[in-house]
């Protein structure tokens, strides 16, 4: 099983160096988060969306972290997807999964060079991701995208642990799902903008369990951010303090961004998981900056729920 890194849209589903082989278009994509799991099955030569499926979760049974067990119970997860699959019309083909950003650590390095052998670059990467978490595990499993080979080379290097990620693993496979791609819902959602449109950009997402910023200048991923969230208050989606918290880490972001890459954002682009949270968050960003405040528009399958359409976006990043 492998993670992709998926950093620059040119890149995102093509072959990694690494542990993984990304399919074109996958047959279909899961996302799995703290409050549920969300599905769509793809029609591959017509690159529309079958079907759909959405499993709401209970507390405490996902809860990601990146060194301790993310599955509490497996054998329920995965009797309770395999009942959903019916409702997918899932017929066994490669799929992609998007899993909780708290179970991963993903960094933006810069080097002045990069050795050519894969074994020093490898070796140079753990060096650095060591100055930011010194006790990392015996079992890490790390993959990486250069992503301008030139002078100065910016390296998005994504880490996980080989034990959280066979979680996952074991849990889709005995739901009868053959995963083809490991990757996030932030880079997901990042093949969803234009970057020849918009170089200079700001991503944030607000999920139950995290939040995640993701700064693009020039064109290159230059930040990568993951805050968590408090697990015990994971299903109070318009807890003020959580707006709040959300907005002040914006805040920092952009002024941290404007002074370190004196480049101008042209956009911000807000998603999250709930609804009500996405239009809390937007009420109070709107009018705050020089620059847009954007929304994903994706074209939902028919029959999708209000309450559905947040849970559903990340996965349309996987389809081309």
Same mark, same amino acid.
């Given at each position: 099983?492998?993670?992709?890194?998926?950093?620059?849209?040119?890149?995102?589903?093509?072959?990694?160096?690494?542990?993984?082989?990304?399919?074109?278009?996958? %047959?279909?994509?899961?996302?799995?988060?703290?409050?549920?799991?969300?599905?769509?099955?793809?029609?591959?030569?017509?690159?529309?969306?079958?079907?759909?499926?959405?499993?709401?979760?209970?507390? $405490?049974? &996902?809860?990601?972290?990146?060194?301790?067990?993310?599955?509490?119970?497996?054998?329920?997860?995965?009797?309770?997807?395999?009942?959903?699959?019916?409702?997918?019309?899932?017929? $066994?083909?490669?799929?992609?999964?998007?899993?909780? @950003?708290?179970?991963?650590?993903?960094?933006?390095?810069?080097?002045?060079?990069?050795?050519?052998?894969?074994?020093?670059?490898?070796?140079?990467?753990?060096?650095?991701?060591?100055?930011?978490?010194?006790?990392?595990?015996?079992?890490?499993?790390?993959?990486?995208?250069?992503?301008?080979? $030139?002078?100065?080379?910016?390296?998005?290097?994504?880490?996980?642990?080989?034990?959280?990620?066979?979680?996952? @693993?074991?849990?889709?496979?005995?739901? %009868?799902?053959?995963? %083809?791609?490991?990757?996030?819902?932030?880079?997901?959602?990042?093949?969803? &903008?234009?970057?020849?449109?918009?170089?200079?950009?700001?991503?944030?997402?607000?999920?139950?369990?995290?939040?995640?910023?993701?700064?693009?200048?020039?064109?290159?991923?230059?930040?990568?951010?993951?805050?968590?969230?408090?697990?015990?208050?994971?299903?109070?989606?318009?807890?003020?303090?959580?707006?709040?918290?959300?907005?002040?880490?914006?805040?920092?972001?952009?002024?941290?961004?404007?002074?370190?890459?004196?480049?101008?954002?042209?956009?911000?682009?807000?998603?999250?998981?709930?609804?009500?949270?996405?239009?809390?968050?937007?009420?109070?960003?709107? $009018?705050?900056?020089?620059?847009?405040?954007?929304?994903?528009? &994706?074209?939902?399958?028919? %029959?999708?729920?209000?309450?559905?359409?947040?849970?559903?976006?990340?996965?349309?990043?996987?389809?081309?």
């Amino acid at each position: 099983m492998e993670l992709s890194s998926a950093p620059t849209r040119a890149s995102f589903g093509q072959k990694l160096k690494g542990f993984f082989t990304a399919p074109p278009c996958p %047959g279909a994509v899961f996302l799995i988060s703290t409050t549920a799991v969300s599905a769509i099955s793809v029609a591959a030569r017509e690159k529309k969306v079958r079907s759909h499926a959405v499993l709401l979760l209970h507390p $405490g049974l &996902v809860e990601p972290h990146f060194d301790k067990k993310n599955i509490q119970d497996p054998v329920a997860l995965a009797d309770a997807l395999k009942r959903e699959l019916i409702r997918l019309h899932y017929a $066994g083909e490669k799929a992609a999964c998007l899993l909780p @950003e708290p179970c991963l650590r993903i960094f933006v390095f810069s080097f002045e060079s990069l050795p050519m052998p894969e074994k020093e670059r490898r070796k140079l990467f753990l060096w650095r991701a060591k100055k930011q978490l010194p006790l990392l595990p015996d079992d890490i499993r790390l993959s990486y995208q250069v992503m301008n080979a $030139g002078t100065s080379p910016r390296v998005l290097v994504s880490l996980a642990r080989a034990s959280v990620l066979d979680e996952y @693993e074991n849990v889709l496979q005995k739901a %009868g799902i053959k995963v %083809g791609l490991l990757t996030t819902p932030t880079l997901s959602l990042l093949n969803l &903008v234009d970057w020849e449109k918009e170089r200079d950009f700001l991503l944030v997402n607000v999920t139950a369990d995290s939040t995640s910023l993701v700064a693009v200048s020039d064109g290159l991923i230059s930040l990568f951010r993951i805050k968590p969230h408090s697990l015990e208050s994971a299903g109070q989606a318009l807890d003020r303090f959580k707006v709040e918290n959300v907005m002040t880490e914006i805040d920092n972001t952009i002024h941290f961004l404007e002074d370190r890459e004196k480049r101008t954002l042209s956009a911000l682009w807000l998603h999250s998981d709930s609804a009500a949270l996405k239009a809390a968050l937007g009420d109070g960003l709107r $009018g705050r900056f020089s620059f847009p405040v954007k929304e994903f528009n &994706v074209a939902f399958p028919s %029959g999708c729920r209000e309450s559905e359409k947040g849970l559903l976006v990340p996965l349309f990043g996987q389809m081309p």
